[in-house]
T-cell receptor, first 115, second 115 residues
């Protein structure tokens, strides 16, 4: 079975500072990993994904994520946070082995960026 | 940019009533999904649909649930006899094909309240 953990319910950062939102995963095979963001009254918007290749993945709005196989992590990062980045962030995984296209989501992390 | 749309945005119903939640996936996408998020809990997979049949379903997706693509554009989720515990945000998603690397694009959700 596949699972995702987002250990922090909320992350607070000051505008202009770097941010990290943590995600760890568990799969039986190799993972496909995704980050989504949810703004109030909006759906889940795709930010970026890791499929294979370079461990550092760049996505929308200046976000990037680093895949670390040994630590089974896929942390979301941004060098300089904006107030408008405040939202709910979800990490998700799909297991390459065993078939199926379902995504398994973490519980979400609320990012608060203060001016 | 094409988007997944969902109607209604909020549905209130009495316990035991049937509800139909509607989704219009992105037009050239072939793979469709329903997920739900009970308040304060994780986003959970319900069902995936490809080539006019269910591809996968979770244990949540019991006989009370059904999905249909009644025409070339709509994708619906029906709950035959709603229960209080069906109250949740329901998200529709679509992806270009059934490839494991394909990104799932989510709609804004329908908030279902069962009284």
């Amino acid at each position: 079975a596949q699972s995702v953990a987002q250990p922090e319910d909320q992350v607070n950062v000051a505008e202009g500072n770097p941010l990290t939102v943590k995600c760890t995963y568990s799969v039986s095979g190799n993972p496909y990993l995704f980050w989504y963001v949810q703004y109030p009254n909006r759906g889940l918007q795709f930010l970026l994904k890791y499929i294979t290749g370079d461990n550092l993945v760049k996505g929308s709005y200046g976000f990037e994520a680093e895949f670390n196989k040994s630590q089974t992590s896929f942390h979301l990062k941004k060098p300089s946070a904006l107030v408008s980045d405040s939202a709910l962030y979800f990490c998700a995984v799909r297991d390459r082995r065993g078939g199926g296209n379902m995504l398994t989501f973490g519980g979400g992390t609320r990012l608060m960026v203060k001016p | 940019e094409p988007e997944v749309t969902q109607t209604p945005s909020h549905q209130v119903t009495q316990m035991g009533q049937e509800v139909i939640l509607r989704c219009v996936p992105i037009s050239n996408h072939l793979y469709f999904y329903w997920y739900r998020q009970i308040l304060g809990q994780k986003v959970e997979f319900l069902v995936s649909f490809y080539n006019n049949e269910i591809s996968e379903k979770s244990e949540i997706f019991d006989d009370q649930f059904s999905v249909e693509r009644p025409d070339g554009s709509n994708f619906t989720l029906k709950i035959r006899s709603t229960k209080l515990e069906d109250s949740a945000m329901y998200f529709c998603a679509s992806s270009p094909d059934r490839g494991f690397t394909d990104t799932q694009y989510f709609g804004p959700g329908t908030r279902l309240t069962v009284l």
